[in-house]
Structures are given as structure tokens and as C-alpha cells.
């Protein structure tokens, strides 16, 4: 069917535009965008769509999910996290390799890909390891990889311990002109840590994870990109100083970019006081001026984007003593939400922004389709609602995992409508 979507107020920084326009959706993409199209819409036999409450954005693109699938369907399925991802406004994920078997050959790729168009919700965007198994000894065919699919190479979950074999990957990988999504952790210092090092941790006696063992894994990670002029991406950003890293590595014309989670954004060591296993998360949530540099490299440019890092598990495995429990929390259906609520609504961050980092960025640095809806781009597009308020309940999850800090919060912003190829996925109006 198509549609025009008539009177939304239009947020498209890659187009120049803020201003309620009438869209024309033709085929599965954009086909015309501009005002009073919804009588000649109407003539030809469009559906038509009063988007006059709502601001209507290109479809959200989340860098940094874990699916699960294939091999831990028990916490997520491709199936309910692309459902998960529409519902939080997110029209296309990019997949982290780490699932069992992991994405380091062709044949899990191509798996993962026939899974995501059967789903027939957001689309999926595979990632391939940079080592075989992501075991960091020994590096994975990086073309075969890239011939079925891979947008980017990432051990994440795990860093490339061995610096020989990180500077021969990015050496390596340049001929596919694909950036390394890096998980940045010396783990022989972050070796048995539950939380962040510091005050919070001594007082609940849980053996502290030290900011520096991120970031002498960024600082490393740096220099070879420096090296070697490969193109790094560093994910889940979580201190000061990794901040600081980055924003000298950029100056001196490192080919380098980040992204920070919205948890790592809004919480701190203190939201662990109860030991509560959801804010058991790696990187750890750290201090306030952690917090606060995290957000002030947000706005100055040195942080690119903001990716969930949605990490899924079952409620078994985090109703354990906090030591036990896995690390990471569910992120896709309250990233939006928390942004609004945390940096619109504060005045932080303009609707041109939250685009930019949420939509626009992720689709330049992977060269994929979207964060635009400028004429004959995809339609994969979302309504918001930026002034509906609600509160994250875990029944209404669509995510097979509700290992979420944020139920019970009440947030102030939510998309009401994802449409993907032209299609509504999720709908709520």
C-alpha cells in the first residue's frame, strides 16, 4: 500500500528540514516530500495519515544489539529483538557477532540474515569476528565475512588482547573498508570486577573493575589505528579519561569514532547500592564526572552516537548473587524514552541532534541505507510522540528479557508508529 503522511512535523538534518510537510511513500521508499500533497495523495488512492500530533523521524538505527540467535534463544530470538527494536522506534540493528556459533564464517551470517527477513520487522545488519570464535588468536576470514554480508568486524563482548594480532587485523581489514567495532578492555586488570572501582564498591564489597583498563585498551587501540590508518570505532564508552583519549586521538586526525549508551549517560556506580543485577553491566556504570564527561563529550562531537549495547538474559540468570549474574542490561525499548526525557526535555540536546546521533551517524559510518527521509529513500521512518508519558513495565516488554534498571521509571517521549520498507511493523495510534 501507499501512503502520504500528512502535516508531521519533519525532523531530517541530512535534508535541512524542520517543518510539518506532507510524504509521500510510494513503493517502500520516499517518494515525494513537501506540503499540500495529501488531496492528489487521496485522488490516486493513498491511504492517508494524520501525522500533525506526531514528529515524524527517520527510522532509528541501533549499532551495537546482541540477538542471541542462533544459540541462546532462550534470552532472544532475532524475531522478538527485531519486535523489540520496531516497538522502541529502531528500524534497523546491527548484530554483534558473539552469539554460539559465533558470526566468524559465512555460512552464520547468512543464517542470521534469512532469520532477520522471515522476522519481517527491523532490519538486521550481521557483524563478523575479527578472530575465529572471538577467542583473539587467531584473526577470521575477513573476506568471506564481508562476502556474506558483514558490515563491520567486532570480537565485541571480548578486545583483541594480542596487540600483534589487533595491528595485523587493521591492517588487514583496510582492504574491505569496513571499521572495527572495539570492545575496549585490558582484561588482566578488570580480571574478577563487578562494578567500578571506587568508594561504591568498597562500600558493598565488590571487587572494582578500574577505569583504566578501559582505557589503556583505547589509548592501545589509538595508536594502531594511528599506525595503521585502519578506520576504529570504540564502542560503549563509560570514563572521563577514554573521553579525553579521544578527543586528542581525533585532533591529531585518528580515524576514530565512539558511541556512549544511554545507561552510561543517566546512571552511576551509586544505582548499584541494592545490588541490583540489572545495573550489572560491562563497561561498569561509573562516577558522576564520569557520567558528566560522558555528556559533555556527547554534546562537543567527540562522542558520535548513541547505541544501546541491548544485552539480553534470562530472569534466571540475573535473579542471582550480584557476583554471579551475567553483565548487561535490555536497552532498545528505552533508549528513546530515556533520551527524551534526559536531554529534549532538558533543552540538552535539539530534535536535530537526537537524529543525528540516533539515526543519521549510524548510517554514515556504516554506509548503510537510512537516517534520511529525503526523496527515494527508504521508508523506514517513525511517529513520535514527544510529550506521552508512560512508564517501563516488563509486561509489556517485547523483548523475550527484561533485565532492564529502568522498569518503574516514568519517561516522557515514545514512537507510536515504525514503519520499515514501507511497511508498519508497530503501530499504536
Keep these: 500500500m501507499n501512503y502520504c503522511l500528512k502535516n508531521g512535523r519533519l525532523i531530517d538534518p541530512a535534508a ?9 511513500v510510494i513503493d517502500g521508499k520516499i517518494s515525494r516530500v513537501g506540503p499540500a500533497l495529501a488531496e492528489s495523495a487521496a485522488a490516486a488512492g493513498y491511504e492517508i495519515i494524520d501525522a500533525s500530533p506526531y514528529l515524524v523521524l527517520p527510522g532509528l538505527i541501533d549499532l551495537h544489539v546482541h540477538l542471541r540467535e542462533p544459540g541462546e534463544e532462550e534470552k532472544e530470538t532475532i524475531a522478538s529483538g527485531t519486535r523489540a527494536a520496531v516497538k522502541g522506534g529502531f528500524t534497523s540493528v546491527v548484530a554483534m557477532p558473539n552469539t554460539k556459533p559465533p558470526a566468524d564464517n559465512g555460512s552464520v551470517l547468512t543464517y542470521i540474515r534469512a532469520k532477520a527477513a522471515e522476522a519481517k520487522a527491523a532490519r538486521v545488519y550481521p557483524v563478523g569476528n575479527i578472530t575465529k570464535g572471538g577467542k583473539g588468536l587467531e584473526l577470521a576470514e575477513m573476506g568471506e565475512l564481508v562476502a556474506n554480508g558483514a558490515v563491520a568486524f567486532s570480537d565485541d563482548g571480548r578486545p583483541v588482547m594480542n596487540a600483534d594480532l589487533a595491528r595485523n587485523a587493521f591492517r588487514y581489514g583496510r582492504l574491505f573498508g569496513k571499521p572495527f567495532l572495539l570492545h575496549c578492555e585490558e582484561e588482566n586488570l578488570s580480571a574478577g570486577g563487578q562494578m567500578h572501582e571506587g568508594f561504591a564498591s568498597t562500600r558493598l564489597g565488590l571487587k572494582g573493575y578500574p577505569s583504566v583498563a578501559e582505557e589503556a585498551m583505547v589509548a592501545r587501540d589509538l595508536l ?190 515514545k514512537a507510536v508508529a515504525t514503519m520499515v520498507g514501507g511497511e508498519w511493523v508497530y503501530k499504536e495510534i
Design 224 to 413: 594502531l589505528a594511528e599506525d595503521t590508518g585502519a578506520r576504529i570505532h570504540i564502542q560503549h564508552l563509560s570514563s572521563k579519561r577514554s573521553v579525553e583519549l579521544i578527543r586528542e586521538a581525533k585532533r591529531r586526525g585518528v580515524k576514530v569514532t565512539a558511541e556512549v549508551t544511554p545507561h552510561h549517560l543517566v546512571l552511576t556506580d551509586e544505582d548499584v547500592a541494592d545490588y541490583h543485577t540489572a545495573t550489572k553491566v560491562n563497561p561498569p556504570l561509573r562516577t558522576k564526572e564520569d557520567r558528566e564527561a560522558l555528556r559533555e563529550g556527547l554534546l562537543d562531537g567527540t562522542i558520535d552516537l548513541i547505541a544501546t549495547d541491548h544485552a539480553p538474559h534470562t530472569r534466571e540468570e540475573k535473579n542471582q548473587e550480584f557476583g554471579r549474574a551475567p553483565f548487561g542490561m535490555t536497552g532498545l525499548e528505552t533508549a528513546l524514552g530515556l533520551i527524551f526525557t534526559e536531554f529534549y526535555h532538558t533543552g540538552l540536546l535539539s530534535l536535530a541532534k537526537i537524529v543525528d546521533l540516533l539515526s543519521l551517524s549510524p548510517a554514515r559510518l556504516l554506509g548503510i541505507p537510512g537516517g534520511t527521509l529525503a526523496e527515494g529513500s527508504p521508508a523506514d521512518l517513525i511517529l513520535v510522540d514527544p510529550d506521552r508519558e508512560w512508564e517501563v513495565k516488563e509486561e509489556e516488554f517485547a523483548s523475550k528479557s527484561v533485565n532492564s534498571p529502568f522498569i518503574g521509571w516514568k519517561l516522557k517521549g
Design 16 to 24: 535541512g528540514r524542520d517543518r510539518s510537510l506532507d510524504i509521500l
